[in-house]
Nanobody, 119 residues
Framework: QVQVVESGGGLVQAGESLKLTCAASVGTLRITLIEWFRQAPGRQRESVAGITGGGSRFYADSVKGRFTISRDKSKNTGYLQMNNLKVEDTAVYYC?????????????WGQGTQVTVSS
């Protein structure tokens, strides 16, 4: 039973901050990647940030300098700190967790958390 649950979304004004949490229950499996995606109505789902098992981070150009991804390996939990939020950041944010099953990589998605930024 692999489970991924996002939390921390809400309604904020432009310029304010939110911190999202991605809690993963993976049993004895090892997480190799935690990645945050977002999708607004009528738009393509896009990757915004990711962190590998080794701690390497990557960001979309649209959020670079404003968002920070991190993880707590002992808790199998990822975080997305979002600062200086803009109305363009409004979307449902999803967490994807990659785990290793011997030689096969599996992906697991959470249900998403809504982030709404008002002007």
């Amino acid at each position: 039973q692999v489970q991924v649950v996002e939390s921390g979304g809400g309604l904020v004004q432009a310029g304010e901050s939110l911190k999202l949490t991605c809690a993963a229950s993976v049993g004895t499996l090892r997480i190799t990647l935690i990645e945050w995606f977002r999708q607004a109505p009528g738009r393509q789902r896009e990757s915004v940030a990711g962190i590998t098992g080794g701690g390497s981070r990557f960001y979309a150009d649209s959020v670079k300098g404003r968002f920070t991804i991190s993880r707590d390996k002992s808790k199998n939990t990822g975080y997305l700190q979002m600062n200086n939020l803009k109305v363009e950041d409004t979307a449902v944010y999803y967490c994807k967790v990659n785990v290793d099953h011997e030689v096969v990589v599996h992906e697991y998605w959470g249900q998403g958390t809504q982030v709404t930024v008002s002007s």
